[in-house]
């Protein structure tokens, strides 16, 4: 199972996306989009950290019985100051959103080390990879406020 996660920003909006790959499929199996509003309101990290939270989200909906089963999850993230930030327990922006991401993952890999069923993967930007330039694609629909499938947990109450 990969999942790519990103975020864009264009003509003034932002939002953060997250797509869903099994085995060796061409097309992702699932797809989330989530649009966080005006860019002058939301960072570039905390966009990054939710689409992180969207992949959790994601993996447990849909990856956690194969993860239970034995089968590896790999999380594409381009942003290499998000994965610093899940490596540490110091405050820093977006935190919380990173702190629920822990949350939901030791709930998903609670038979066993979280080591053994996911890992983190840092991917180049524009790689020219199939799920990085799909997940790039996602990403710009989301900034121009194209959303789908808003998780209840991103949800504004």
């Given at each position: 199972?990969?999942?790519?996660?990103?975020r864009s920003g264009y003509k003034g909006g932002i939002g953060a996306a997250v797509v869903l790959y099994k085995g060796n499929n061409l097309q992702?199996?699932?797809v989330l989009r989530y649009h966080l509003?005006?860019?002058d309101s939301h960072s570039t990290h905390k966009a990054e950290a939710v689409g992180t939270v969207m992949a959790t989200y994601m993996a447990v909906l849909t990856g956690a019985s194969a993860m239970e089963g034995g089968e590896k999850l790999t999380l594409y993230i381009d942003c290499q100051s998000v994965i610093q930030s899940l490596e540490s327990t110091k405050p820093g922006p977006a935190q919380y959103l990173l702190n629920k991401f822990h949350r939901i993952m030791?709930?998903?890999?609670?038979?066993?080390?979280r080591e053994k069923k996911m890992e983190i993967q840092w991917i180049s930007a524009h790689s020219k990879v199939e799920?990085?330039?799909?997940?790039d694609r996602e990403a710009k629909l989301t900034a121009k406020g194209i959303h789908n499938n808003t998780p209840a947990l991103l949800r504004p109450r």
């Open positions: 199972i990969q999942i790519y996660t990103d992702p199996s699932k509003g005006k860019e030791d709930t998903a890999c609670n038979k066993g080390p799920g990085n330039e799909c997940i």
